[in-house]
């Protein structure tokens, strides 16, 4: 398993308060199982952060601490300058957390779903009905505001869910696997929106499991696993630290898949990562010389192939790069 | 999805001034009025089996029991009362068990509010069933022939005993509903401890033929104890004993689960 240190391009001198997030050596455990192992974090304010990782990694647990929803084993942290256990009221008065799976009462109608939040959090009267009003007009659910929740589609809940975090305007939007579940085109509405919330100052803590995800929205990129972070950066910086290129090819025969992976580690060191079908290899290639001797190499010996190319690592190569296995096995 | 996006969407918002405990205490009670106008099948689970269990007992046993279906109805209906306040807590379990299975308690608990205001938000939502159902089965009661001796103030003390009553049992249920995420199982394990409790009482007859061991349970019984004090209420005048025994469980129940609750709540 090949780690990478983390990529240190953060300034190291940055206070504490004037981060969005600040967390040094969280932990979690339940039982036996270390789900968040000492992660530090470091969010500036205003930008679109991504915590990227496969299932059971640790990301919805370290949201769920920063949240306040749950209290860490050890490690400190603020959230917009405010101490996680000390002050935990402030915490919530800065942020906005949108969890996994839609938390709304699926008995009450969308508007409300809302009046019931805007109330919570002190909207009175006319006040919190112009308010439930606004984000439904926002996110256009103004059609189906007075049907129960039960009956909206997956888009429609995710929707109104984002909205039900955005009664106040929050110093940090936490949103876990905002678009899981979504189609296509839902989920490019969501990311629509992300972007623009993120345009109007809010600070976003984002968890996916998709690597296009991240690659699309976020400034910067935190991959953790098995509860600790690997690796931190722009998704440009991650991709540089995994090799220049990555070299594919499909082979005609899948039964040399053996043979044709052995002779691309030997030229080009690393491993070669399968995909889903045998004759389909990707292997990181540091240099276009390097995968061209690694090319001939393979006809020398007699494989032939189907198709290559060197293209940019995808950051779910980075992630196999980074810890030896693909997402999808963990 | 909009196309044209306007300059004002997700525009800043001025924040309210931060409302009180109370303040958060009745949006929670809205909402569980909200759940009786969206989810009236609710209304009708609550009541049917009272009505049931009154129409048979008194109908099908009354006559052997007390010699008249009349007669019957004037012994049981105040126990009937309690059987189904003590059975109607378990539905704020319930609400509970789903709340935390779909997510929405992380919403609360992420919220800068009084952290023990959805649960205020049930026992509004308890308060109000037992209201309802007490009073469904009352007007059904006095149809039927039943006569508080009592008369309009005995009933009214009778119903704030009952709400008492509900209040205390209704922890059992909290806890249960912090502890087991489904809704069904809930029901479940809180019928499976309170039937036993309920049909061992004096709500139905009146312990005399009963065995010698069951007898000294059904004489402690807390269940008993309020159905007595109910009873007495709604008839001939109840004694400090009697209400103060009545509410002896109700209190325990609160003293030892209130706080489970809340450290639960917590932990989680």
């Known amino acids: 398993m090949s780690l990478l240190a983390p990529i240190e391009a953060t300034p190291s001198h940055a206070d ?3 981060l969005a997030i600040c967390a040094k050596g969280l932990c979690k455990r339940f039982g036996n199982v270390r789900a968040v192992d000492g992660i530090d974090l470091e969010v500036p304010r205003g930008i679109i952060y991504s915590i990227l990782g496969p299932n059971g990694a640790g990301k919805t647990t370290l949201m769920r601490m920063l949240a306040t929803i749950t209290t860490p084993d050890a490690g400190i942290a603020t959230v917009m300058g405010h101490d996680l256990v000390a002050e935990p009221q402030a915490v919530r008065a800065a942020i906005a957390m949108t969890g996994q799976f839609a938390s709304l009462d699926e008995d009450l109608t969308g508007r409300e779903n809302l009046l019931l939040l805007a109330r919570l959090w002190g909207f009175r009267g006319r006040a919190a009905k112009a308010r439930a009003d606004d984000l439904l007009g926002e996110f256009d659910l103004m059609d189906a505001a007075g049907k129960q929740v039960k009956s909206y589609s997956g888009g429609m809940r995710r929707r109104l869910d984002i909205a039900a975090s955005l009664i106040i305007t929050p110093g940090v939007l936490f ?4 678009t899981t579940g979504l189609d296509p085109k839902a989920r490019q509405g969501v990311w629509r929106m992300i972007r623009e919330m993120a345009a109007s100052d809010v600070t ?4 996916t499991q998709y690597m296009e995800e991240a690659d699309q929205l976020a400034e910067r990129i935190a991959v953790i696993d098995h509860g600790r972070k690997i690796a931190e950066g722009t998704s440009r910086e991650l991709k540089a630290a995994t090799g220049s290129g990555c070299l594919h090819v499909a082979l005609v025969d899948p039964a040399r898949a053996d043979e044709a992976a052995g002779l691309l580690e030997a030229r080009l060191g690393g491993t070669a990562q399968r995909h889903d079908e045998e004759a389909r290899l990707s292997i990181v290639a540091h240099s276009p010389v390097e995968a061209n001797k690694a090319l001939a190499a393979l006809m020398a010996s007699g494989i032939e192939l189907g198709d290559f190319a060197l293209s940019n690592p995808s950051l779910d190569e980075v992630f196999f790069a980074l810890t030896g296995y693909p997402t999808s096995e963990s | 999805m909009v196309d044209t996006l306007s300059a004002t969407r997700f525009a800043p918002v001025a924040r309210p001034p931060a409302p009180s405990a109370l303040s958060n205490a009745l949006v929670f009670g809205w909402r569980a009025v909200l759940k009786f106008r969206h989810v009236p099948e609710q209304l009708f689970d609550l009541v049917m089996t009272p009505i049931m269990f009154t129409l048979l007992f008194t109908f099908v046993f009354g006559g052997a ?3 008249s279906p009349r007669d019957y109805l004037q012994f049981f209906l105040p126990g009937i009362l309690v059987q189904t306040v003590v059975f109607n807590a378990v539905y704020s379990g319930m609400g509970l068990s789903t709340d935390l299975s779909k997510g929405l308690f992380d919403r609360f608990r992420s919220l800068p509010i009084w952290p023990l205001a959805p649960f205020a938000g049930l026992m509004v939502g308890d308060i109000l069933r037992h209201l309802i159902a007490a009073l469904i089965i009352l007007t059904i009661g006095l149809v039927l022939g039943y006569r508080p001796e009592a008369g309009i103030l005995g009933v009214f ?10 209040f205390g049992t ?5 806890v249960l509903g912090l502890l087991i995420r489904t809704p069904m199982t809930v029901m479940t394990i809180g019928f499976s401890f309170l039937f036993p409790l309920v049909f061992a009482s004096n709500i139905m007859v009146d312990p005399g033929t009963m065995p010698g061991w069951l007898r000294s349970f ?3 019984n807390p269940v008993s104890l309020m159905a007595t004090a109910i009873r007495a209420l709604m008839g001939n005048g109840a004694n400090f004993h009697q209400i103060a025994l009545a509410l002896v469980a109700p209190a325990l129940l609160t003293l030892t689960l209130a706080p489970m609750t809340l450290w639960l709540y917590r932990k989680q």
């Open chain 1, 204 to 207: 976003i803590l984002l968890t």
């Open chain 2, 157 to 166: 003390a009778a119903l704030l005993l009952l709400i008492a009553i509900g």
């Open chain 1, 16 to 18: 504490a308060a004037d």
């Open chain 1, 175 to 178: 949103l876990d696997e905002p």
């Open chain 2, 218 to 220: 059904v004489d402690i």
């Open chain 2, 65 to 67: 029991l007390a010699g």
């Open chain 2, 170 to 174: 209704g922890w059992i249920f909290i």
